[in-house]
C-alpha cells in the first residue's frame, strides 16, 4: 500500500542522507492503526516524512495529523511535501508543541518524549487511544525480565496495556493502547486546536 508520498519521502531522504527513518513493517503497522483512529493523529520526531506519509496513507476522512521536527531543514521540505494536503499540519518545534491539538487517538512517538515514558505523553492520549513506538530489540518476555528501562515502563504503567510487535525479525515496536475505562481529562478548552481552526 505505498504511496507516492511514501515514496517522495524516501527520496528525500536520500536526498538529506537521513537513515534515521522507520522501517516500512512499521510504517505499514502505522498506516493500519491510522485507519482505525478517531481523532487526531500525531507524530512526534517528523524527520523526512516517511512515517508521516503511511499515517497519512491510513488516516481517516476527516481526520487531522499534526508531526513536528526540530530540524527546520527538514521541517520544511516535509511540509513542502504535503503543501497540498489541508489535513496534515507540519510543525517546526520541540515536541511539547502537539499538546494544543491532544488529544489524540494516535500518537506515533519517534523523537521528542520517546525517551521519558508514560507520564510525559499520557495526557496527550485520548482514552482508547494507541501509543506507538518503534526501533525496539525484539525480547521473548513481553517486556518481562527485560533489562530495558523504557520497556519496562511502559509495560507497567496501569493506565496502558501493552505488547510488543515484531516488525521484522531484527526490529520490534511497542504498541500501547490508554485504558478506557480511566479517565484522561482533556487540555483546557482555550488551548485546544479544533478541526478547522487556522494554524
Not at 521536527?69 to 515536541?95: C, M, S
Request: hydrophobic letters at 40%; one cysteine or more; charged letters at 30%.
Amino acid at each position: 500500500m505505498a504511496t507516492d508520498r511514501v515514496e517522495a519521502a524516501e527520496r528525500l531522504a536520500a536526498r538529506f542522507g537521513f537513515e534515521n527513518s522507520s522501517r516500512e513493517g512499521t510504517g505499514r503497522l502505522l498506516a493500519a492503526l491510522a485507519a482505525a483512529s478517531t481523532g487526531p493523529v500525531a507524530e512526534s520526531g517528523t524527520g523526512c516524512g516517511y512515517g508521516t506519509a503511511w499515517l497519512r496513507a491510513g488516516l481517516r476522512v476527516g481526520e487531522r495529523l499534526v508531526t513536528v521536527e526540530r530540524d527546520e531543514v527538514r521541517a520544511n521540505a516535509v511540509r513542502e511535501l504535503f503543501a497540498d494536503d489541508p489535513a496534515v499540519v507540519v510543525l517546526h518545534d520541540d515536541w511539547t508543541a502537539l499538546r494544543p491539538y491532544a488529544p489524540f487517538g494516535l500518537f506515533f512517538v519517534d523523537g521528542g518524549g520517546k525517551r521519558d515514558g508514560p507520564d510525559a505523553v499520557a495526557d496527550l492520549v485520548a482514552p482508547g487511544g494507541i501509543v506507538v513506538m518503534d526501533d525496539f530489540t525484539p525480547s521473548a518476555s513481553q517486556g518481562r525480565d527485560e533489562r530495558d528501562d523504557l520497556r519496562i515502563a511502559w509495560f507497567g504503567d496501569p493506565r496502558f496495556v501493552t505488547a510488543e510487535v515484531r516488525t521484522e525479525a531484527d526490529h520490534a515496536v511497542l504498541v500501547c493502547t490508554r485504558r478506557s475505562d480511566l479517565e484522561v481529562p482533556p487540555p483546557p478548552v482555550e488551548d485546544r486546536v479544533e478541526p478547522g481552526d487556522p494554524v
